[in-house]
């Protein structure tokens, strides 16, 4: 009686020491257009802004028809800040060539974002070069 007694307080005082508000899981989608329309195929990467306080694990997702979701990703994001690389591609696989996703139709694209509950649904980024 003495271990089970033991072993539910070790539980509980496991429990009660995990999570937080910091460590809830954001579902993060938006879309991602260039020249004013949705980027074909392509990925979006955020990756944690130390500099501005925040950690954790990068995130990508890919991009179809101008939409990205990060839901299905490996690991949940959390508010705060982060740098974002976007890639895109025309779509017209050419696997001959091994490559899937089509052509590049612009460089790699650099730019940040600061992820709440509020747009975490709802982000859109314009590609501007």
Same mark, same amino acid.
């Given at each position: 009686?003495?271990?089970?007694?033991?072993?539910?307080?070790?539980?509980?005082?496991?429990?009660?020491?995990?999570?937080?508000?910091?460590?809830?899981?954001?579902?993060?989608?938006?879309?991602?257009?260039?020249?004013?329309?949705?980027? =074909?195929? @392509?990925?979006?990467? /955020?990756?944690?802004?130390? !500099?501005?306080? %925040?950690?954790?694990?990068?995130?990508?997702?890919?991009?179809?028809?101008?939409?990205?979701?990060?839901?299905?990703?490996?690991?949940?994001?959390?508010?705060?800040?982060?740098?974002?690389?976007?890639?895109?591609?025309?779509?017209?696989?050419?696997?001959?060539?091994?490559? =899937?996703? @089509?052509?590049?139709? /612009?460089?790699?694209?650099? !730019?940040?974002? %600061?992820?709440?509950?509020?747009?975490?649904?709802?982000?859109?980024?314009?590609?501007?070069?």
């Amino acid at each position: 009686m003495r271990f089970f007694n033991y072993a539910i307080w070790l539980l509980l005082a496991a429990a009660v020491g995990c999570g937080g508000s910091n460590s809830t899981s954001l579902p993060v989608a938006g879309v991602v257009n260039f020249k004013g329309a949705p980027v =074909p195929r @392509g990925s979006v990467t /955020f990756t944690p802004n130390s !500099t501005q306080g %925040n950690s954790g694990p990068a995130v990508s997702a890919d991009i179809f028809d101008g939409k990205f979701d990060t839901t299905k990703a490996k690991y949940g994001m959390t508010e705060g800040a982060y740098r974002v690389r976007i890639y895109g591609f025309d779509g017209n696989a050419m696997p001959e060539k091994e490559i =899937p996703l @089509g052509r590049a139709i /612009f460089k790699e694209f650099h !730019t940040e974002a %600061n992820i709440t509950q509020e747009n975490a649904g709802s982000l859109e980024f314009t590609v501007s070069k």
